[in-house]
């Protein structure tokens, strides 16, 4: 296998229970320098980091040493800290206590006498803070030589077994401890979930781990301090924690991200013997790291920027089950309309709530064209307001806009999980305005944890301009409720020819395409030129505002959504789609989809993904383009020919259910969302 491969795994992930991984890059046992070559893997469905292989009960064991440092024995006073002993002063101290040590050890407020228990004690420096609590204290310890050294004092509770077989009665405990010990689990989920049947109801499991969502992880990788293959089987992300307790039956009250250095001047020791030409410099580095006054200020300054490499978590049981969770998702900017959100901006909300999720939209609409200050300021709120809103969601749906690179780094920053939406026609920005530079959307497009657009060029167009994964990429064309686009509003149809003074026996030619030069509506106007002389035609052109002055061409502005239905039910055939442009190559006009959908005859030119997928005189009248005569010739044909023309708009209807049904969108959304869970970083 190589970098980047996904491979098969033996053993089932912990959280989702599949077992295809991605390798990530190489690792090895850097603090005993024991034998073996393990891999830093992520799985493919949920994303928790894994270290593949993972050794299992005595090959594992062979990896925890007499000399394993937390099993050592302490002295009375416990394990002496550097940073806690250099203060020179009171008021240092009391910095220490208050901002070092503070997310390290957080113990619920218990009473005296309540019964605790703690996993891998070790060498019980927490055993004895809680004794000095006076609580009832109960010390879980696999290994010899610190179980038997705990167990010299009487006040201990000794239990010798392994977490995974720890069997006590339900509700025995007020509060339940782990100091870094979860990710040396064989299988946490399984340990998490006895851990909740053993607490009290609504009583704290409160634990540390690794934090492999930090940039520690992605800077060191193999290096990271933290990493310490094999005996940590399992990396954590905030995210990725946070839904293995979930699913094990807790709520997550609290996530402190360390005051701490530690995994820094681990990690830069790691990188002196390894590049021996940079040892002095990776050294002396980190002994200025590690002095008291630099490591308060980088400690304090990445947990504020939640990127501390160690977290403290807090965890309560969950009273009377665990309730579903839902996902928070945020529409941020969202491709908008006059009268509200885009029709398909709508659908995701839809599409969205159907999956379980609880969805948000945020719309600033358009900025002031008027005054540098005003549009700063504007901008400034947007940021702003935005920020707050990412840090209340767990997946953000970008729309492409040239501020959009910002956004998508803001969200990655603040760990969340970003998709992008390419709902428009063009691929990069430099084809609306040549200035921009492509390179940034490619960095936007690369750093997004999956992309929806709406058409397979536009796919194509999308990992070869930028080299995406494919597997990244999903397709869901402007997709319908099929229901609501039906022929089921003859009534309606009728009443709205009357409404436009249009004659019952009338021939109507529908255009509804905008001014889109791809539409080409141009050459159905001088269609309609060319029959003039035939009054029974009527052509009705939804292009929204215009000038278009012909005794048979009838300009109305566009419609709503909701109402499209009866304007197409009320025409005899829908013409659109006689030239070409570059981004028209790349849509499948969501137009000609409701005209499939209503089961009208369709006369279409020839070009795009439409010409690769409709079949001449089967489910549409495909043209040459450019070519007015022809148009003319394909109407008059569909007229004369009624029967036929009802054939094959029911083979447009059969067309458009075998493709753009709306379930086909909660699938692509709902592949997103779980590469979204995957990726997360």
Not at 139 to 161: F, M, T, Y
Not at 402 to 419: C, E
Not at 573 to 597: H, K, M, N, Y
Request: proline fraction near 6%; charge should be positive.
């Amino acid at each position: 296998m190589v970098l980047g491969a996904v491979e098969e795994l033996g053993q089932a992930c912990t959280l989702c229970r599949s077992r295809l991984v991605r390798r990530l890059f190489p690792a090895r046992d850097r603090l005993h320098g024991l034998p073996g070559q393990f891999w830093i893997a992520r799985c493919v469905r949920c994303g928790l980091i894994c270290t593949s292989p993972r050794p299992e009960g005595p090959a594992l064991a062979v990896y925890y040493p007499g000399d394993y440092a937390p099993h050592r024995a302490a002295d009375a006073q416990g394990a002496q800290d550097p940073i806690a002993t250099a203060g020179r002063s009171r008021a240092w101290r009391w910095l220490r206590r208050r901002w070092i040590t503070r997310h390290i050890w957080w113990m619920p407020e218990l009473p005296a006498g309540a019964r605790v228990l703690e996993l891998g004690s070790g060498a019980g420096h927490f055993v004895r803070a809680a004794l000095a609590r006076g609580w009832e204290v109960n010390a879980l310890e696999p290994a010899a030589g610190p179980a038997e050294r705990l167990g010299l004092d009487a006040q201990v509770h000794v239990h010798r077994e392994p977490a995974e077989a720890l069997d006590v009665a339900p509700g025995s405990f007020d509060a339940i401890f782990a100091w870094m010990v979860v990710e040396h689990l064989e299988d946490p989920g399984a340990v998490l979930r006895k851990i909740a049947a053993a607490l009290k109801p609504g009583r704290h499991f409160v634990f540390s781990v690794p934090n492999a969502g930090c940039w520690e992880f992605g800077v060191f990788r193999g290096r990271w301090y933290a990493l310490d293959v094999p005996r940590h089987l399992w990396h954590f992300r905030p995210r990725t924690l946070t839904d293995l307790l979930v699913e094990s039956g807790f709520r997550v009250e609290r996530v402190f991200h360390q005051k701490t250095v530690k995994n820094i001047t681990g990690s830069l020791e790691y990188i002196a013997e390894d590049f021996p030409g940079f040892g002095r410099m990776a050294r002396s580095l980190s002994r200025a790291i590690s002095r008291p006054e630099v490591s308060f200020a980088i400690g304090a300054l990445l947990a504020a920027l939640r990127q501390g490499g160690r977290l403290t978590v807090v965890a309560r049981a969950v009273v009377g089950g665990q309730p579903p969770r839902r996902l928070r998702v945020l529409l941020h900017k969202p491709l908008v309309r006059a009268r509200g959100l885009y029709f398909r901006s709508q659908q995701y909300v839809e599409a969205l709530q159907r999956l379980g999720c609880v969805v948000q939209v945020l719309d600033f609409g358009r900025l002031p064209w008027f005054g540098r200050v005003l549009r700063l300021l504007g901008v400034l709120k947007q940021v702003g307001v935005s920020a707050l809103a990412f840090t209340r969601c767990d997946v953000v749906i970008v729309t492409p806009h040239p501020l959009v690179a910002f956004y998508v780094a803001m969200a990655r920053l603040l760990n969340r999980r970003v998709i992008m939406d390419q709902i428009l026609t063009y691929v990069s920005h430099d084809e609306v305005w040549p200035w921009f530079p492509r390179a940034l959307d490619a960095w936007t497009y690369r750093r997004v944890h999956g992309t929806l657009t709406h058409s397979q060029a536009m796919r194509e167009e999308l990992i070869r301009r930028f080299g995406l994964e494919p597997e990244s990429v999903e397709v869901a064309y402007p997709v319908l409720d099929l229901t609501l686009f039906s022929r089921r509003y003859a009534t309606e149809a009728q009443a709205l020819r009357q409404e436009l003074h249009i004659n019952a026996a009338a021939f109507v030619v529908l255009y509804h395409g905008m001014w889109h030069p791809w539409h080409g509506m141009p050459y159905l106007y001088e269609a309609a030129r060319l029959l003039e002389g035939r009054p029974e035609i009527m052509f009705v052109f939804m292009a929204g505002e215009g000038q278009l002055k012909r005794p048979n061409v009838l300009l109305v502005k566009e419609q709503p959504f909701e109402t499209l239905p009866v304007y197409l039910q009320a025409a005899d055939v829908w013409c659109s789609g006689f030239d070409t442009d570059p981004r028209g190559e790349r849509a499948f006009s969501s137009t000609l989809i409701q005209a499939l959908a209503l089961g009208l005859p369709i006369v279409t030119g020839r070009t795009g993904e439409r010409g690769d997928v409709l079949r001449d005189r089967v489910e549409a009248r495909l043209l040459p383009l450019r070519d007015p005569t022809a148009i003319v010739e394909a109407i008059l044909q569909v007229k004369a020919r009624p029967e036929e023309a009802r054939a094959m708009g029911d083979r447009a209807r059969s067309f458009a259910e075998q493709h753009f049904s709306i379930d086909r969108l909660d699938r692509a959304l709902s592949a997103l969302l779980d590469r979204a869970r995957g990726d997360n970083a």
